[in-house]
C-alpha cells in the first residue's frame, strides 16, 4: 500500500532497469497529462505525444527489402469481413490491429536507378543525391524528427537496429554508393545513423552501462533484491505483471547465451592471449535468420515497454540483399535474385514465400505488443507500427504502390481492422506526416506532403 514514486527503478551493479507500466505507480503519467477520451492522442507538455490514458505514444519503422510479388499482396474490407491475401494471410490473427494501405507512392524515388534511391529516402521522401560515396544525400528521415521531439525524455533518442553490415562499395550498374541501401534512419541529410546489427550489443545499450559490460553476470541477479522489495509494495496483478516482465528478459538473455555457445568453435589457441590486452570483442550474429530477426524485434518490444526510448527502425535486410532463403520450405535461392523473378512462375511462388515469411515476423512483434497491458489498453494500442517497402515489384523497381502496413496505434486514434484505399493522397509521406502530427512533432509538412494522411 505504499506509494511508489513514479520514476521508480530497479538498480544494481551498474545496471538500472526501467518498471513496464504498472497500476501500482503510473511510472509514465503525472499530475500535468492532460487526461482526454480514451483511443484520443494528445499533446503532453511541449509537444509530447500521450494516450488518453498517460500511456507515451511510440512509432517504430520496419523495412523489407527487395520489394513483393504484387500478384499475392491485397487486403479488402475492414472488420469481421476483412479478407487478406495469401501473403498477408500470417495477419489473420491480428487483423483487427492492422492497417493496410492502398495505392501509396514515392515520388521522389523516381530519380534513381535500382534499390538504393527508394530505400534511404523511405522514411524521408526526398530525391537520392546520386555518388560513389563522397557527397551522400538525404532528407533527415521521420524517425529522427521524432527523435529529436523525445531528446533527453528517454535515455536512448532512438534505437537503430539491423541485421545486415552496411557495405560501402558501389553498385557499379546503377552508380550509386552502397550506403544508401544500408540505412532508412538519417539524423542530417549527410548523416546515416549508426546501426546495430548485434543483439548483445543492442541489449547491453538497452540494460547496461559501460562497466556492466564487462561481465556476464545477469541483469536480473543483479537487481534481484530491489526486486523482491518491489514485489511486496505492489498489488498482485502488478506482482504477476512483474514476474512476466523478468521473465522475457531472463528469456532473451537465455536465447542470446545459448546463440552464441553455439557458434563457437571448440578450439583453444596455441598462443595464450592477456584478455586485458583486448577490448571486449564484439559478439557474433546468429547464424539462425529467424532467431536473429525476433531477437531484434524483443529488443524493441522491450525499449518500449520499459521507456527507454519512443522511436526506433529496424532493416530486415539491406537493399539488394543477398540473404540466403533456403532455410524455408519451398525455397531454394537468395531474397535479390528470387525478386528479380522475370515473370518466371517458379521464381515467382519463391518470391511470395519469402515475403510471408517476413509477414510472420510482423505479425509477431504485432501480437507480442497485443498482449503487453499497458494503461488502459496494450503497449500496442500506444504504438505506431509500420511495415513497409521501397519497392513494390522488385523486378521492375516499382515506387508506386507500396507495400505498407500500419499496426496499432488505437491510443493515437488509428482506425484499424481494414484496408484503406488511399486515393487523391496517395503520397507516402503524407503517411508520415500523419505520424509525425501523432507523435506530437510540429509539422505542417513533410517531404512532398502537405496533407496527412486520415488514419481515423
Known sequence: ??????????????????????ESANVFGSSQIAQGAAGTAESVGTGFAATGGGAPLRMAAMFMPNGVNTQHWNAQGEGDAMTLSDTLAPLETVKQDILVLKG??????????????????????ETVRKTKGRDLHVGVSMDQ????????????????????????GVDTNVGFTQIYGGHISWSSPTTPVPKEIYPRLAFDRLFRD????????????????????????????????????????????????AMEQAGQEQWTPDTAVNPDDLSRPAPGLPEDATEHYRLMLDMIVLAFQMNKTRVATFMFGNSVSGRNMSFLDGVSGGHHHMS????????????????????DQ??????RMRDIPEGEGSLLDHTLLMFGSGLSDGNSHN?????????????????TGRALDC???????????ALLQRMGVDAERFGDADTPLALG
Open 104 to 125: 501509396l507512392h514515392n515520388r521522389n524515388a523516381a530519380g534513381g536507378d535500382g534499390h538504393y534511391a527508394k530505400t534511404a529516402n523511405l522514411l524521408s521522401g
Open 399 to 415: 515506387f508506386h504502390n507500396l507495400p505498407v502496413v500500419l499496426a496499432g496505434g488505437r491510443g493515437a486514434g488509428v482506425r
Open 340 to 359: 528479380h523473378h522475370e515473370n518466371n512462375p517458379e521464381k515467382l511462388r519463391q518470391y511470395q514465400l519469402i515475403n510471408r515469411y517476413f509477414i
Open 210 to 257: 559501460n562497466t556492466a559490460r564487462q561481465t556476464d553476470r545477469s541483469i536480473l541477479d543483479a537487481v534481484l533484491d530491489d526486486a523482491h522489495r518491489l514485489e511486496n509494495n505492489v498489488s498482485g496483478s502488478d506482482r504477476q505483471k512483474l514476474g512476466e516482465f523478468f521473465e522475457s528478459i531472463r528469456a532473451v538473455e537465455h536465447r542470446i547465451e
Open 362 to 367: 510482423l505479425a509477431y512483434i504485432t501480437g
Open 145 to 168: 524528427l521524432i527523435a529529436r521531439q523525445y531528446a533527453g525524455q528517454t535515455p536512448l533518442n532512438s534505437l537503430v537496429l539491423a541485421t545486415e553490415p552496411t557495405r560501402s
Open 423 to 433: 486515393g487523391g493522397n496517395n503520397r507516402l509521406c503524407a503517411l508520415h506526416l
Open 1 to 22: 500500500n505504499k506509494p511508489l514514486n513514479r520514476r521508480t527503478m530497479l538498480k544494481g551493479l551498474g545496471v538500472t532497469l526501467a518498471l513496464p507500466w504498472l
